[in-house]
């Protein structure tokens, strides 16, 4: 796909997104490969089985986005957001998702090995970063806390 054709879908789902119209993205089964995706709003697009390739994805809001089947083999995913992603078959990412009964009705606990990035709820950023937001979050929540570190260390295990 052209950059030019590219860029009149993203607009049109950003109207889409805003109430104004416009169309929801649908770019399943695309080539986007080396795309220019940088800061692109495609927030509950339809990615599926897309070629994303080396596609330039830095900063952009994949949140709700389905990605099943699509290749993100050296895709530059720094930054996005990358929060409620449907990630089942993705190509070329290794992604560990486990579902987890917290205090928030199917919350999930995403790693992306590749990548180094968590994703919980709202939260998106390295390990480290992770057992903070925990930390603090659930301070005052012992049991809570120990579910969280149960499933990190579950799917650490996995992805050896």
Known sequence: ?????????????????RGKGGKKADINNVDLGNANLRRADLKG???SNADLRCADLRGANLSYAN???????????SYA??????????VSLTVIAVQI????????ITYIKELEIWTT??????????KTSIENTHKDNEKLKA??????????????
């Not at 009964?101 to 999930?108: E, V, Y």
């Not at 579910?147 to 050896?160: G, M, S, W």
Request: glycine letters at 6%; hydrophobic letters at 40%; a negative charge.
């Open 121 to 130: 709820g709202c939260f998106q950023g390295t390990l480290e970063e992770l």
């Open 1 to 17: 796909m052209k950059q030019k054709e590219l860029d009149i879908i993203l607009e049109n789902h950003g109207k889409w997104l």
């Open 45 to 47: 697009a339809d990615l």
């Open 101 to 108: 009964n917290t205090t928030r009705k199917n919350n999930q």
């Open 147 to 160: 579910k969280y570190y149960r499933v990190i260390d579950f799917i650490l295990q996995e992805a050896e």
């Open 67 to 77: 990605l099943s089947y699509a290749d993100l083999n050296g895709a530059n995913l």
């Open 81 to 90: 957001n990358l929060n409620w992603i449907n990630w089942r078959d993705v």
